[in-house]
């Protein structure tokens, strides 16, 4: 974990990473959906992962790096939601002190926040 180019702090890679390999788990506090929405009302950066229609997990108080995990439009980690869990795994290989980033897909900022991944394929808003 450390600085990232993109925003705040981001996750890097210790070591190289296969493809389709399981990066790990952001682990955080099991909150009802209801609440998780509460929380981040007005936050610019929200480290929460809704993984049901009833349960979210809120990594803000988590010492679990991989709330950092900053979004790009050209993604190399994918979130899988596996059985009430956030997982991130491999995309394609990444190297070592690579900055592991996401497509949030639809996210809680509703396009009103401006990306700013860098990527050539940028959309601009999240």
């Given at each position: ?65 991989l ?22 795994y ?13 497509d ?22 999240l």
């Open positions: 974990m450390g600085p990232s180019p993109i925003d705040g702090l981001g996750v890097f890679a210790d070591e190289a990473i296969p493809a389709r390999r399981k990066i790990g788990e952001m682990r955080g506090e099991v909150v009802p959906v209801r609440e998780a929405r509460r929380r981040i009302e007005g936050r610019r950066r929200i480290h929460v992962v809704e993984v049901s229609n009833k349960t979210a997990i809120d990594a803000t108080k988590s010492d679990c790096a709330r950092h995990v900053n979004h790009s439009c050209s993604p190399n980690a994918v979130l899988r939601i596996r059985q009430g869990r956030a997982e991130f491999a995309m394609r290989d990444i190297d070592t002190g690579e900055e592991i980033v996401a949030y897909g639809e996210s809680h900022h509703e396009g009103r926040l401006r990306c700013r991944c860098g990527a050539p394929n940028c959309k601009g808003r």
